[in-house]
């Protein structure tokens, strides 16, 4: 009995220990199991994503081998950007989400990144950075004559009704006595421009918005100040870009900086991209592009400055040139510059507004504004070099840029100095937004017009004809032909 109680309990304790070794191997084998499937989700999803990339990749070659006929594109260049020329209303803002939303989304001419990189090389270099992006598009596309095209049926419309009104103006509009349609579109005009300021200075950072500050005191000064001469501002304004540029390049390189300095994408090849080899610009054309714009500004200067040639059309044509070449962030910032070069020399205070107002309400770019200018001094001719001289620079520095932009783009010193440069721009918005309603809001009235105005735009979005529009009548209503309301100078010499 015993034995046999001895027995069953060593029997009992194998089968036991039987039990746990197989529970132990159970438990092993499930292990094993379970890292083998989280191995495998992870292969999986490895693949997945190698499948998305290549998918993409498949996608961006796909666009890019386009084998279609040259002139087919170039037909495509045309129909796109005519019809789009009437209807881009809104600003450098609206203007960048019209073009991705036609070349992007709709017609696949390229990727998202690929659009956004140009967008890039247009905040990069001076002139108007929505029609550079229309200039890079378009060549990327059909070539540099591609881009030519686009940039001139992307403007056409402004640019005619502007020089038509100028020509008007001129020469039916009794500037001593503006007619009861015109009161209202200075100040209506004035609200876009602090819209504007608004949305490039929420932007910044502390860095940024420091470098605005003082860049907008010191244009202030100038305007405001009667030892200056006015056109000191010719020279002021490019140092001023140039010394906030130094000073976040110093600041990228503290250990601490101030502000935030990103690092660039992989983004493109100059060697192997086949968007830049389509673009067909070699970067010995490119330098070359430059010297051709370094050229005509080195030698307009010193023909009007130094050996003081009397032309007039010589002398419209330096004036728009030398601003078109320095001037970082659109048409907001050449205000200001446009206003000390113009008035009073070529035009009353009250002309300049009222075609401030004009091209506010216009499609397409603000600096169609140098087409009025130019047709208000000196009618159509005029108009036409007032057009080509502060369209040009930017045309053909977009051009110089594009094949050096895959490796510029890579540049530490480039990227953190362009950042100073533009918060630096955005001052000079904000300084203008000071000078032009000094000078466009003179009694109650016209402030009435600003606010409601300025509420249209800010508040609820209005697009910018229709704020103008409203502001014209507004003004209209309150003039003293009609209402006769807030006539109050606020000014009192």
Same mark, same amino acid.
């Not at 309400?361 to 600096?367: E, W």
């Given at each position: ?171 039916f509009v009794d500037q001593d006595n503006a007619p009861f349609y015109l009161i209202g579109l200075p100040p209506a005009a ?176 603000? !600096? +169609?504004?140098? =087409?009025? $200018?130019?047709?208000?001094?000196? /009618?159509?001719? #005029? @108009? ?5 001289? %502060? ?68 508040? !609820? +979005?209005?697009? =910018?004809? $229709?704020?103008?529009?409203?502001? /014209?009548?507004? #003004? @209209? ?5 009609? %209402? ?10």
């Amino acid at each position: 009995m015993t034995r046999s109680s001895d027995d069953r309990g060593k029997s009992g304790a194998r089968g036991a220990a039987s039990m746990n070794m197989e529970e132990e191997k159970q438990e092993d084998y499930d292990d094993s199991m379970g890292k083998m499937t989280v191995e495998t989700e992870k292969n999986d999803m490895e693949k997945s994503l190698n499948s998305d990339e290549n998918e993409d990749e498949d996608e961006n070659e796909e666009v890019l081998e386009d084998e279609s006929p040259w002139s087919e594109r170039f037909w495509e260049v045309v129909t796109t950007f005519w019809p789009l020329g009437f209807v881009a209303f809104g600003g450098p803002q609206a203007h960048v989400a019209i073009l991705r939303d036609h070349l992007v989304v709709q017609r696949n001419w390229m990727d998202e990144e690929q659009f956004t990189e140009l967008f890039a090389i247009g905040q990069g270099i001076p002139g108007p950075t929505s029609t550079q992006l229309v200039v890079s598009t378009a060549t990327s596309r059909a070539g540099p004559l591609g881009g030519l095209v686009a940039f001139f049926l992307w403007t056409l419309p402004g640019l005619v009704i502007l020089t038509v009104c100028g020509v008007l103006i001129e020469t039916f509009v009794d500037q001593d006595n503006a007619p009861f349609y015109l009161i209202g579109l200075p100040p209506a005009a004035t609200s876009l421009v602090f819209k504007a300021f608004y949305g490039f200075s929420k932007k910044l950072d502390k860095l940024g918005i420091f470098l605005s500050m003082c860049s907008g005191m010191v244009a202030i000064l100038i305007n405001g100040d009667e030892n200056i001469d006015v056109k000191v501002s010719q020279w002021v304004y490019p140092t001023m870009l140039a010394v906030g540029g130094l000073i976040t390049y110093a600041d990228s390189r503290r250990e601490k900086p101030f502000s935030e300095y990103t690092k660039t994408k992989k983004g493109w090849d100059v060697q192997s991209d086949r968007l830049m080899k389509r673009i067909g610009i070699p970067l010995w054309v490119g330098a070359a592009i430059f010297g051709v714009w370094l050229f005509i500004l080195v030698s307009c200067i010193l023909l009007v400055d130094v050996f003081e040639v009397e032309n007039t059309y010589l002398g419209i044509f330096e004036v728009m040139y030398r601003i078109g070449s320095i001037i970082f962030g659109g048409g907001q910032v050449v205000l200001p510059m446009l206003q000390g070069e113009v008035v009073p020399q070529w035009m009353t205070k009250d002309q300049f507004f009222q075609g401030l107002g004009l091209s506010q309400s216009m499609p397409g770019p603000l !600096f +169609n504004f140098s =087409a009025y $200018l130019g047709a208000v001094h000196q /009618g159509v001719p #005029g @108009a036409l070099v007032a057009y080509v001289g %502060l369209f040009g620079p930017g045309v053909i520095l977009i051009f110089a840029m594009v094949p050096y932009w895959a490796w510029l783009r890579h540049v530490p010193w480039f990227r953190s100095g362009l950042q100073g440069v533009n918060a630096t721009a955005i001052g000079l918005v904000g300084a203008a937004c000071i000078i032009l309603w000094e000078a466009a809001v003179l009694t109650a009235a016209d402030a009435m017009v600003f606010v409601f105005a300025g509420t249209l735009a800010c508040g !609820f +979005n209005v697009q =910018a004809p $229709l704020v103008i529009l409203a502001g /014209g009548i507004l #003004g @209209a209503i309150l003039c003293d032909d009609a %209402l006769s309301l807030g006539q109050v100078p606020y000014h009192c010499d």
